[in-house]
């Protein structure tokens, strides 16, 4: 089992900056991957970043060059740290864990879910 545990959203002008934190505890095992989605209302659940082997990162294109993922293993936590945020960046955020490496875009993919942090930008 592992449990996930977002902080971080809030409001916040358009330009402005936001840091998403994830807390993770529980046996996540040697080879994982884990994401950063996001969603809004009436639309599917996307993926925004993802990061396995520690160091590698992958993005969705909307997010590229203002979005950056990383994990701190020594405090178990994982950040989205957000820039240049614009109004359709406005979601629920998620963070979430799949037991391998792998790390595919399908949210169906990932086997455990926080309970997801509210990010708003107005214009």
């Known amino acids: 089992q592992v449990q996930l545990v977002e902080s971080g959203g809030g409001s916040v002008q358009t ?3 936001l840091r998403l ?4 505890s529980g046996d996540t095992g040697r080879s994982y991957c884990m994401g950063w989605f996001r969603q809004s ?3 599917e659940r996307e993926a925004v970043a993802r990061i396995y082997a520690g160091t590698t990162t992958l993005y969705s294109d909307s997010v590229k060059g203002r979005f950056t993922v990383s994990q701190d293993n020594a405090k178990n936590t994982l950040y989205l ?3 240049s945020l614009k109004p359709e960046d406005s979601a629920m955020y998620y ?3 799949r037991s391998a490496s ?3 875009t399908f949210a169906r993919s990932f086997d455990y879910w926080g309970q997801g942090t509210q ?4 214009s």
């Open 15 to 17: 330009g402005g900056s």
């Open 21 to 24: 934190s994830c807390a993770v």
């Open 41 to 43: 209302p009436g639309k």
């Open 81 to 83: 740290q957000m820039n």
């Open 95 to 97: 963070c979430a864990f």
């Open 102 to 104: 792998y790390c595919p």
């Open 119 to 122: 990010v708003t930008v107005s």
